[in-house]
């Protein structure tokens, strides 16, 4: 029997590591057809690439993806770049966050390409318009110093909205986004709550006679600000920065149907026939079952590998110390319901409780639960058809 399980241990060691060296799914995008991987599902539960051929002067590839009964913000983004100095007619993004099984998904995919000079300057000067106006709609002068209609947290969070979304069409070469304002900002943010100006006439250098001095002081804070902003907004428009030039977008597109299965485990357990902690007396056999996962592997590795697991013990002859026959309600047979957790994926440690009858040398039977133990290995019993996962 010992033999036979090793036996079992093995072949199924080396079949997990068959499994691993799987090559990965690749999937077709046609530009031409408008058709991803000939209409067929998306691959579910696996990673699995995105290929397709694309003009020469794209230099980059990106892919938005997330469930169509989802909120955008739960999506994940790919990107692929053509090597530095290379000019390559097609792309391949690896999509290494698996998807649900039947799912439906809403795919977006961009082209870009490098931006020029003129485009990176009237992006610069259209943002810096928009934050210019943004700091000068919120900002008045009254007597106690520089007020603005928003907090601190407000006016960074919408600065880094508004550039975002002056700069969506706009990528930099490596997919990173805005990182938005640095503490610099935030500290001059701070700094005007600081300023007095009924000091201002001793800190303003040049005005007209007819000016305000309260309100060139605040001018001139303003300006000192947007420098910074600016300055900060360049750093983030490079020059190899690149510009959307096409753009596909799949709603609703469906993942496939994986087939499902039943882990069946065939070990080897203990059963306590013991009634107190006084003395402690087992009966050891063979065991066949069911589990039944918790989750799902692919997603939650932790609580697929936990499972409920119910079964039979397969001996005939189990004795207790008395020479009385252990038998139980299935074919005679001990059942058992447990909790099992995976170890190496296919090695199970089960504990539970066993259903059992003791027949007394009077003639008479005792029914009993008896806690029990086991150590085990688990195959996968696929029903229907399709790729094994």
């Known amino acids: ?146 007020k603005f209609e928003d907090s601190d947290e407000q006016i960074l969070s919408n600065m880094d909205q508004i550039v975002q979304s002056g700069a969506y069409y706009f990528e930099l ?42 309100a060139v002081y605040a001018q001139q804070y303003l300006q000192e600000l947007e420098t910074i902003v600016f300055a900060e907004l360049d750093q983030f428009l490079s020059p190899n920065m690149l510009v959307q030039v096409d753009q596909i977008q799949f709603q609703n597109y469906r993942s496939e149907k994986t087939p499902n299965s039943i882990p069946i485990n065939f070990g080897f357990g203990a059963i306590s026939l013991s009634q107190d902690l006084s003395s402690q007396e087992f009966v050891y056999s063979p065991y066949l079952g069911f589990s039944f996962p918790l989750g799902n592997r692919t997603f939650t590795r932790f609580m697929s590998n936990l499972s409920i697991s119910t079964g039979v013990f397969i001996s005939g002859s189990m004795e207790n110390s008395l020479g009385e026959a252990i038998s139980g309600p299935v074919l005679d047979r001990p059942v058992f319901v447990g909790l099992g957790y995976n170890f190496f994926r296919f090695i199970r440690l089960n504990a539970g409780g066993t259903y059992l009858t003791t027949n007394k040398l009077d003639g008479s039977k005792a029914d009993r639960i008896q806690p029990y133990v086991g150590l085990s290995a688990e195959i996968n019993l696929w029903l229907g058809f399709g790729n094994k996962k």
């Open 173 to 214: 070469p490596d997919g990173k986004p805005f990182p938005g304002f640095s503490d610099i900002t935030r500290k001059k943010l701070e700094q005007r709550k600081r300023l007095k100006l009924g000091k201002a006439k001793f800190n303003i250098i040049k005005k007209t006679e007819n000016e305000n001095e309260r």
């Open 1 to 146: 029997m010992k033999k036979n399980i090793l036996s079992l241990v093995f072949t199924l060691w080396f079949g997990l590591v068959a499994y691993s060296q799987e090559a990965i799914t690749s999937i077709n995008l046609d530009l031409i057809q408008n058709e991803i991987n000939g209409g067929k599902p998306l691959p579910a539960e696996e990673k699995f690439y995105f290929r397709g051929a694309i003009p020469q002067d794209v230099e980059m590839v990106k892919l938005f993806i997330y469930q169509s009964k989802k909120s955008p913000k739960a999506g994940d983004s790919y990107f692929w770049k053509a090597p530095f100095g290379y000019k390559e007619l097609s792309f391949q993004i690896l999509v290494d966050n698996p998807l649900r099984s039947t799912e439906e998904f809403n795919l977006e995919f961009g082209f870009y390409k490098k931006a020029g000079e003129k485009e990176l300057e009237e992006l610069r000067r259209l943002i810096q318009t928009n934050l210019a106006t943004y700091l000068n709609t919120i900002s008045s002068v009254r007597r106690g110093g520089i």
